[in-house]
Nanobody, 121 residues
Framework: QVQLVESGGGLVQPGGSLRLSCAASGSITSIGTMRWYRQTPGKQRELVAAITSGGSTGYADSVKGRFTISRDNTRNTVYLQMNSLKPEDTAVYYC???????????????WGQGTQVTVSS
């Protein structure tokens, strides 16, 4: 069984910071690209940031310069450092990872359960 578990969400004032974590656990052989998405009610899930197994990163225009994605391959964990938060960053944040399970050869995409981020004064 493979699980992705997010943590670090919460309520923060505009201009503040939060750091999200997402840890993959279970029988995993390798992890490829890891991503953060976010979703607000009535809208499609939006890709926020991604990081490859080699460390290359990409960001949505709306978060460039404010958010930083990183990963610790020894811990199977991806992070999202969010600075200068704005009310429009309020959403449920989901992590997503391409990985190969032990005994398998095909990469599948797994999702976490989501963590709420609320930016409000």
């Amino acid at each position: 069984q493979v699980q992705l578990v997010e943590s670090g969400g919460g309520l923060v004032q505009p201009g503040g910071s939060l750091r999200l974590s997402c840890a993959a656990s279970g029988s995993i052989t390798s992890i490829g690209t890891m991503r953060w998405y976010r979703q607000t009610p009535g809208k499609q899930r939006e890709l926020v940031a991604a990081i490859t197994s080699g460390g290359s990163t990409g960001y949505a225009d709306s978060v460039k310069g404010r958010f930083t994605i990183s990963r610790d391959n020894t811990r199977n964990t991806v992070y999202l450092q969010m600075n200068s938060l704005k009310p429009e960053d309020t959403a449920v944040y989901y992590c997503n990872s391409d990985l190969i399970r032990v005994g398998g050869t095909v990469s599948y995409t797994y999702w976490g359960q989501g963590t709420q981020v609320t930016v409000s004064s």
